[in-house]
């Protein structure tokens, strides 16, 4: 079936350090998004990036969008505390099912 | 603030009982998500609505079933709860336009079978 692929699975920072997850898929998506939560709190939606090459940014956050829109990327420059919480990426396809479909999300851990 | 939640948000039962989580939104949306949390899994889609009675199933749609008969409220229903189902449950509604914009969460429904 239609999934995606998130790595690291964890990672640990210390303060001040960048730190990127990225996705893949095996098939073109239609679009991607990308969600954080926090330690027992819900996903929270970021950004949604449907073009390809597409590239956005939201302070310390940049995300993009590959040429072939198969795979992305989150990068967050200079860490900080604020910044723990797992960060889940989720993709939809033009064909196939009609609903998000997550990638299993990056533990973020930022060592003060 | 999206207005959607989700009841009840803790619940301890026995294998073999019924289990129904109610998911309510106040705002009209179209599309409506059932997902399930477990450690190392992310989040996995059961069951979603696009309409009234309108309902398919997601990845790990088994031992579940849902209902949707008035746009507000999307049922989940565990007919015969397992130890495997114990699981941090979450309902999500699309905000977006169409079935491809972000979702809004709710807190999530935390249900243990013991």
């Known amino acids: 079936g239609q999934q995606v692929m998130q790595i690291p699975q964890y990672q640990h920072v210390q303060e001040g350090e960048d730190f990127t997850t990225y996705c893949n898929s095996s098939?073109?998506?239609?679009?991607i998004q990308w969600y954080k939560q926090r330690p027992g709190g819900h996903p929270v939606f970021l950004i949604q990036?449907?073009?390809?090459?597409e590239v956005k940014k939201q302070k310390r956050l940049t995300f993009q969008f590959g040429e072939a829109k198969k795979n992305s990327s989150l990068h967050i420059t200079a860490t900080q505390t604020t910044d723990v919480g797992t960060y889940f990426c989720a993709g939809i396809w033009d064909t196939g099912r009609r609903a998000l479909t997550f990638g299993s999300g990056t533990r973020l851990q930022v060592q003060p | 603030d999206a207005g959607i939640t989700q009841s009840p948000r803790h619940k301890v039962t026995e294998t073999g009982t019924p289990v129904t989580l109610r998911c309510h939104q106040t705002?009209?949306?179209?599309?409506m998500y059932w997902y399930r949390q477990d450690p190392g899994h992310g989040l996995r889609l059961i069951h979603y609505?696009?309409?009234?009675?309108?309902?398919d199933k997601g990845e790990v749609s088994d031992g579940y079933s849902v209902s949707r008969s008035k746009t507000e409220d999307f049922l989940l229903t565990l007919e015969s709860a397992t130890s495997s189902q114990t699981s941090v449950y979450f309902c999500?509604?699309?905000?977006?336009?169409?079935?491809?914009?972000?979702?809004?969460f709710g807190e999530g429904s935390r249900l243990t079978v013991l």
């Open positions: 705002e009209n949306h179209r599309y």
């Open positions: 609505s696009y309409g009234v009675k309108d309902t």
């Open positions: 098939t073109t998506l239609s679009n």
């Open positions: 990036l449907v073009k390809s090459g």
């Open positions: 999500a509604i699309s905000v977006g336009p169409g079935d491809t914009g972000e979702l809004f």
